[in-house]
T-cell receptor, first 113, second 111 residues
Framework: NAGVTQTPKFRVLKTGQSMTLLCAQD?????MYWYRQDPGMGLRLIHYSVGEGTTAKGEVPDGYNVSRLKKQNFLLGLESAAPSQTSVYFC????????????FGPGTRLTVT | DAKTTQPPSMDCAEGRAANLPCNHS???????VYWYRQIHSQGPQYIIHGLKNNETNEMASLIITEDRKSSTLILPHATLRDTAVYYCIAVRGGSNYKLTFGKGTLLTVNP
């Protein structure tokens, strides 16, 4: 049981490049989330999903897109990366009836130059 | 969701109890208090939550005042591995599944 895994762990992009971050969970959780954390700040919710095929915007969705084609995977896309998107990205998941007890992945450190 | 206020940092000696305070004076009757922690560079970890009653699990105890305006997270025997940022979050239960993390309290456990 791996829990929540994130791929890749590190990435450096140039401004304007695109990339996709992958989050996978093997706990059969319905809800999945993407957060970003900037230095010295708390986490901010980007997008979330309450089930396969559904997505919704969080607090800071601009510049990101997401997809949840399979229940176990939640993808975060950056179509045209900007330096302001340099951050650590965390994925989380939870059961629908325990929605606030979230399990987090180890994070992806993204630098946009 | 109610705003929470936590001290930015605290120290604790290894082996002693760590008591982390949280103020949530505007909390409403249907809002829970959740605690998470984040060890350096790792993803946050759920610790405990409560509504009105005190709660205990294998990680910690949560003491909520009778008027619910504040709470205290207690780590009974702090170890060096408990050094982390601790987040107190007030949030409605039910269908609200979105957490808002503030800046938390950096707890440093000293040998």
């Amino acid at each position: 049981n791996a829990g929540v895994t994130q791929t890749p762990k590190f990435r450096v992009l140039k401004t304007g490049q695109s990339m996709t971050l992958l989050c996978a969970q093997d706990m059969n959780h319905e809800y999945m989330y993407w957060y970003r954390q900037d230095p010295g700040m708390g986490l901010r919710l980007i997008h979330y999903s309450v089930g396969e095929g559904t997505t919704a915007k969080g607090e800071v969705p601009d510049g990101y897109n997401v997809s949840r084609l399979k229940k176990q995977n939640f993808l975060l896309g950056l179509e045209s990366a900007a330096p302001s998107q340099t951050s650590v990205y965390f994925c989380a998941s939870t059961l629908s009836d325990r929605g606030l007890e979230q399990y987090f992945g180890p994070g992806t450190r993204l630098t946009v130059t | 969701d109610a705003k929470t206020t936590q001290p930015p940092s605290m120290d604790c000696a290894e082996g002693r109890a760590a008591n982390l305070p949280c103020n949530h004076s505007t909390i409403s009757g249907n809002e829970y208090v959740y605690w998470y922690r984040q060890i350096h560079s790792q993803g946050p970890q759920y610790i405990i939550h409560g509504l009105k009653n005190n709660e205990t699990n294998e990680m910690a105890s949560l003491i909520i005042t009778e008027d619910r305006k504040s709470s205290t997270l207690i780590l009974p025997h702090a170890t060096l591995r408990d050094t982390a940022v601790y987040y107190c979050i007030a949030v409605r239960g039910g269908s609200n599944y979105k957490l808002t993390f503030g800046k938390g309290t950096l707890l440093t456990v000293n040998p």
